[in-house]
């Protein structure tokens, strides 16, 4: 299973975005979907993950800002941000387990800054 990851960029403080994460290769079952994230000098953390049934969660220090979303047809992902600020900074990385077995993409980068 290949991942990647693409809708990163420069936003402005207060500004939007939404990520997204492709999937190719032979899928039987995702079990769940994550975005991560990880800002320089830090470790990477979760934000979000999509479990079967479609149950979401999130970490604290994003809830209500940020809305993870997937499309079960494509395999797809989707990460949207809004009010983003200087500390959504970091490179967000999302995260399948096919058949329980952990896939990761190469990131995609997202600078917030005036």
């Known amino acids: 299973v290949q991942l990647v990851e693409s809708g990163g960029g420069l936003v402005q403080p207060g500004g939007s975005l939404r990520l997204s994460c492709a999937a190719s290769g032979t899928i039987v079952r995702i079990n769940a979907m994550a975005w991560y994230r990880q800002a320089p000098t830090k470790q990477r953390e979760l934000v979000a993950i999509?479990?079967?049934?479609?149950?979401?969660d999130y970490a604290s220090s994003v809830k209500g800002r940020y809305t993870a979303t997937r499309d079960n047809a494509t395999n797809a992902s989707y990460l949207d941000i809004d009010n983003l600020q200087p500390e959504d900074t970091a490179v967000y990385y999302c995260?399948?387990?096919?058949?329980?077995?952990?896939?990761w993409g190469q990131g995609t980068q997202v600078t917030v800054s005036s």
């Open positions: 999509i479990k079967n049934g479609n149950r979401t």
């Open positions: 995260r399948y387990w096919e058949q329980g077995v952990p896939y």
